[in-house]
């Protein structure tokens, strides 16, 4: 949801936050823009679209500078509605959302003063301006004591050409040094390697960056001494490695992320406490959005068949609202890629606030939902850029996987799994050529029974998400209960099938499918299955332990969402109206 860069240094600002915008880009891109201090003046270069639409700023010249690039929320992608923004002296970029930017607008407006975008975060500058007595640090100050919501944000004065300040209260920030100067992104990806030190900036802090050094404050204006983080290098960087797309080379990457898999990550001593709590829970609430959400189904049917306890999997913008009873004895697991999705960590509060145990499995240590759970189950994934999830997913199941199994006290050869995912990965090669027939779809459906429903669900997800087509993930079995109408000859079907138990039915739905008109296209791990001609193409994946086999047979359904997004001429990175990080509610 937006991405905010500043550096100021001994180099010139414009390419070094061009290259960090671009890091960041997969928090959204319908729009960018940078601001540089020079000469005293502030000048700002944004435009609609991604940041290779601002190139041009390059060759902008000052020392001191900040950046956007843009998810919109209030106001449409425009080039007005764009980051940077100002009023008087002051120029911000703002991440999150100023839910009561239309008080502070009255307030601004009955001055006298005018507005040149529709955004919420234009009135952050008209305010610090208002609160303006010459300190730079304080006029900040008053002012984001007055917002409600969610904020990172960074802010140049013209007055203080040499100095960035920035805040944040629930929108992530992080800050670093290294011999050229001083950096802040929202994701330390885009800085991890090019400072020496990074450091996180918590809820209320503030930090001023100089050329020659950073200093913290908390929301007082008390200055105040911060530890550097401590990050992988490897895990925490973003690279293509010569792939054309982040998608699929982090599809690649899923047999050596679950070849890592254990809970080994988990942090120290809340550890221990935590495998007391999981081994003692009566109830499971699991909550999370979207593939996260997914990837908490499939545990359920993990956690319930081989420890027999009950689990509820919630999506967590509803669970905030449903009031969830939550007995005593609960332990609420929030499940997100990010750690920074703002409804799971809604969720995450409630449940906290009544009295659940929190474990939070996530990919990103140093997140904001990291420093409320009681404890943090790394996926270790390494950074995941393409806005839909792939490997992560795999590295969630893999971790629940190993809790569910904690509990009941069995075993599974990771390394095998890890083995049988990069046959997978081979064989799904094959869904390419079936994409001819999904580009002028009219729908496509997903079906599956038991654990292979939770992966039809996932399979729909990723194809609406980076190809545009409607879709939707269907229990097999229900599709007759009505759904069944809207299936004919322009409605691909994807069926998936790797439990036995389950075969016939499944193929029952294939059948009844198909004597619609339907072209019926089988992922299944059953070999009888695969050769019976049932469906119109099928293609056979390895079988694992029936019950983890989403971890499988998700691979070719990530395959033909990537292969049909790109024959339908989409970018798979960066579909559109997505962002990778959804930290507004
Ligand atoms: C998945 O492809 C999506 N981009 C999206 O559903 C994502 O899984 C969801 O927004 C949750 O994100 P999180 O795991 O970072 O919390």
């Known amino acids: 949801m937006c991405g905010i860069v500043g550096y100021t240094g001994s180099r010139r600002a414009a390419p070094v936050l061009l290259e960090l915008l671009k890091k960041l880009e997969y ?3 319908d729009s960018a823009g940078i601001a540089v201090c020079y000469k005293e003046q502030i000048e700002i270069f944004k435009r609609k679209g991604k940041v290779e639409n601002i190139a041009l700023a390059e060759k902008m010249q000052g020392s001191t500078g900040i950046g956007h690039t843009r998810w919109a929320t209030h106001g449409a992608p425009s080039e007005k509605n764009a980051h940077p923004h100002s009023f008087g002296k002051f120029t911000i970029v703002h991440n999150g959302i100023i839910e009561n930017n239309k008080v502070l607008k009255e307030e601004c407006l009955l001055r006298g003063e005018t507005f040149l975008s529709e955004t919420d975060s234009e009135v952050i500058a008209h305010m610090i301006a208002f609160y303006d007595e010459g300190d730079f640090l304080l006029a900040v100050q008053k002012a984001v004591s007055r917002l409600e919501g969610s904020y990172a944000i960074a802010v140049l ?79 925490s960087n973003a690279d293509k490695k010569g792939y054309m797309y982040f998608m699929k080379k982090e599809m690649e990457e899923i047999p050596s992320v679950l070849s890592n898999a254990n809970l080994e990550c988990a ?28 990837s908490g189904l499939c545990a359920k049917y993990a956690f319930e068949s081989l420890c027999r306890v009950p689990v509820e999997v919630c999506i967590a913008s509803e669970y905030r609202y449903n009031n969830p009873i939550i007995r005593p004895n609960t332990l609420v697991i929030a499940i997100s890629q990010s750690g920074e999705t703002a409804d799971t960590l809604a969720a995450s509060k409630l449940a906290k606030d009544r009295g659940a145990y929190l474990a939070a499995v996530t990919n990103v240590p140093y997140s904001s939902l990291t420093r409320i759970a009681d404890c943090v189950l790394e996926t270790k994934a390494g950074a995941e850029v393409a806005v839909a999830a792939t490997k992560s997913f795999n590295a969630q199941l893999a971790v629940l996987y190993l809790l569910a199994l904690f509990r009941a006290k069995g075993e599974a050869d990771f390394s095998e799994i890890a083995r049988l995912a990069k046959e997978t990965l081979k064989v799904s090669e094959e869904v390419r050529g079936w994409t001819h027939y999904f580009l002028n779809a009219k729908s496509v459906y997903f079906i599956g029974r038991g654990v292979d429903y939770c992966a039809a669900l996932e399979g729909s997800l990723k194809l609406k998400e ?97 292969y049909t997004s790109l024959a339908r001429g989409n970018d798979p990175d960066k579909p559109r109206h997505l962002a990778k990080s959804v930290t507004v509610e």
């Open 157 to 235: 004065s013209s007055e203080y050409p040499d100095q960035i300040v920035c805040a944040r209260i629930g929108s992530p920030l992080v800050v670093g040094r290294n011999e050229n100067g001083s950096l802040l992104a929202s994701d330390l990806v885009a800085i991890s390697s090019e400072v020496d030190k990074a450091y996180l900036l918590k809820d209320g802090d503030f930090a001023v960056l100089g050329k020659n050094g950073i200093a913290f404050y908390d929301e007082k204006l008390k200055s105040i001494e911060k530890s550097p983080m401590q990050y992988d290098t490897v895990l």
């Open 267 to 294: 942090n120290g001593l809340s550890y221990k406490q935590f495998c007391k709590v999981l081994c003692q829970a009566e109830y499971i609430h699991i909550v999370a959005c979207g593939t996260a959400y997914h």
């Open 466 to 562: 980076i190809s545009y087509l409607p879709s939707e993930g269907y229990a097999a079995g229900e599709l007759k209960h009505g759904t069944l109408a809207l299936v004919d000859e322009k409605t691909p079907v994807v069926a998936i099938l790797t439990q036995h138990e389950l075969a016939e039915k499944t193929m029952n739905a294939v059948h009844e499918t198909r004597s619609r008109g339907a072209r019926v296209f089988l992922i299944t791990s059953l070999p009888e299955a695969a050769k019976s001609g049932e469906a119109t193409a099928s293609i056979l994946i390895p079988a694992c332990r029936e019950i983890f086999s989403p971890i499988l047979s998700v691979i070719p359904l990530q395959a033909l969402a990537f």
């Open 27 to 29: 928090r959204g891109y």
